[in-house]
């Protein structure tokens, strides 16, 4: 298994298939990208959804492109990267695995190569390397305002053009409680604006709000959700 960026590559099969052809005629441009774990195993770096996409769609085969294996931190680089670029990523899959990338190259810094891998090799899901990358990193007193690595010279030497102020905007929509994000992933067209006004209330009122915004489950604007945090809080 593997850390998979996005939570909703599952949710893009159905609106896909009609791109990826079919078995005796495939369409599909760009191959995933594959490496091999162990003889005869593979694991996916990117490309997750044309892959279950095209078995929904009946492919018993499929062109891929094969790596030797992958550092685990490199994996999960690429699988980022891979991401990034699509505009259609939640905010909320975008910023964790942001922040999961920051921390491991903090933890190398630190010499903590070893047991970095040894968390990310796990598989688990992107909030669960975090919570263990930030214990790993507290037991050996690191310092989030004076890190080792910081966020420029992480997002320069990998070359991510991202600027201050928007990284930190998008570093906010992690203040939702883990309960409210997994709600907000469930409703259409959230955007990152919308998550940061979300997640400056309170967690219980955060749940309240995007409870009522899934029940009726339509895309939620900014403005909505303005409205309601204010309704919230008077």
């Not at 102020?165 to 997994?182: C, F, N, Y």
């Amino acid at each position: 298994s593997h850390i998979q960026p996005r939570s909703d590559a599952a949710s893009h099969v159905e609106s896909m298939k009609p791109s990826i052809g079919k078995p005796d005629a495939p369409r599909i441009v760009q191959p995933p990208i594959l490496h091999e774990i162990s003889k005869g195993e593979y694991e996916i770096i990117a490309g997750e959804v044309r892959v279950l996409t095209a078995q929904a769609a009946g492919f018993t085969e499929l062109t891929c492109l094969v790596h030797p294996k992958q550092d685990p931190l490199e994996a999960q680089w690429m699988r980022f990267v891979e991401n990034h670029y699509r505009h259609e990523v939640n905010p909320l899959d975008e910023a964790a695995t942001l922040k999961m990338l920051y921390l491991t190259a903090n933890a190398e810094s630190m010499e903590l190569r070893q047991e970095t891998r040894a968390i990310l090799e796990k598989g688990k899901s992107v909030s669960a390397v975090i919570v263990e990358l930030e214990k790993l990193l507290a037991r050996k007193n690191f310092n989030p305002k004076k890190p080792p690595v910081t966020w420029a010279t992480f997002l320069d030497g990998r070359g991510l053009a991202l600027g201050k102020e928007a990284r930190r905007r998008l570093m906010k929509v992690l203040a939702l409680s883990p309960a409210a994000q997994k709600i907000a992933r469930a409703i259409p067209g959230m955007t990152e604006a919308g998550l940061r006004s979300v997640a400056q209330l309170p967690h219980a009122d955060q749940e309240t709000l995007l409870k009522e915004a899934a029940d009726r489950r339509k895309l939620v604007t900014m403005r909505q959700l303005r409205v309601g945090r204010a309704r919230l809080i008077c």
